[in-house]
C-alpha cells in the first residue's frame, strides 16, 4: 500500500483516496488507526496510518490528506520529495508554478496541495509533509476579530445544560459573544466551503462555533482554572478520574470515541489524543444543546 507512488488529482485525492470517503469505510480499507484531535477544539478526528494521516468530517468524509512519506507522493508524474528548489523547478517544467505562501511552505493547484519543508543533517532544505485537501477546504483567510471585553479573562465557569457558560449562552448571536469576551480570531472560508464557522477566543479560553444564521450552538471550553458541573469539576482533571466521579455523583454517561458525554445535557468531554500506559487529562469541555431523554 505505501510502496508504490500515489498521484495526487487535485480535487479528487491522491492514490487510493478519494474525498468524501466515509471513515468507516476508510478503516475497513487500511485496518487499525491512531485517531487523534488536530487541536482540542477539533471536533473532526485524525487517523494515522503509518506514513499518512486522514481527517474526515462526519457528513462530508475524508477532506484531508497528510502525506509524512513524501517520496511516495508524485504530481502528475514529480515525485515530491527531496530538495524543494529541485522539486520547484521540476513542478515549473510541467507549467505547474508553486507560490511560498510562509517560510518553508509552497502551494498550488488551488492551494489545494501544499509542501511543508525542514532541514536535513546536510543542512538542504527538503520537503517533509504533502498535504492535499478537498476543494471548499483550503484557502481559509485568518481575521483578527475585535472584542468588547475590558476587563481581565474569566477563569473559572460553571457549566449549565442547555444554557452554556456565565459569558456565553447558546443561541447567543455572534456580534454579543464578540462584545463580551476579548479579541481573537476567525477564518474566512471560501464561498464554497462546508466548514463550520467558528471564532477563537485565545485570552478566554473559548471557541464557539455557530449556526448558519450566527448563532452560538457550540461552546468549547479549551483553557481555565476550574470547569464545574453540578459539583464536580471538570477541568482541570484526569480524563479517567473525572469519569469516575461523574458516575459516582451519579450522572450517566456514555463513553465515546476519545471522549465521554453527560447524558441529556449537551455536555462533552473531549481527550486530545489516544490513551496509552499515559494517562491524558480532558483536553476540553464542549457544550451543546442537549439530546432528548
Known sequence: MFNDPWEIVPGEGAGPLRFGTARSALHDRFGPSQPFRRANYSADLTDTYG???????????LYLIEINLP?????RGVRLAGPVTEVVEALRAIGVEPAQFEEGSWSFADDTVAMTTTWDEDDDQVIEIVTVVAPGRSGD?????????T??????????????????????HRSDVRRR??????TAPPAASTASREDLFWDDGLVVRYSPDDRAERI????????T?????????QFDETRQALIEAGHPITDRELALGIDHTGIELWLANTQTTHRLPVCSVVISAPDAP
Open 220 to 227: 468549547v471550553i479549551v483553557r481555565a482554572d476550574q470547569v
Open 229 to 237: 458541573f453540578a459539583g464536580v469539576t471538570l477541568m482541570p482533571g
Open 51 to 61: 506514513p499518512v494521516m486522514l481527517t474526515c468530517d462526519p457528513a462530508d468524509g
Open 141 to 149: 483567510e485568518i481575521i483578527w476579530t475585535d472584542g468588547g471585553a
Open 71 to 75: 517520496s511516495l507522493a508524485t504530481f
Open 181 to 186: 469576551l476579548h479579541s481573537g480570531m476567525t
Open 151 to 172: 476587563t481581565d479573562p474569566v477563569t473559572s465557569h460553571a457549566v449549565t445544560p442547555g444554557r452554556g457558560i456565565g459569558l456565553v449562552t447558546l443561541g447567543d
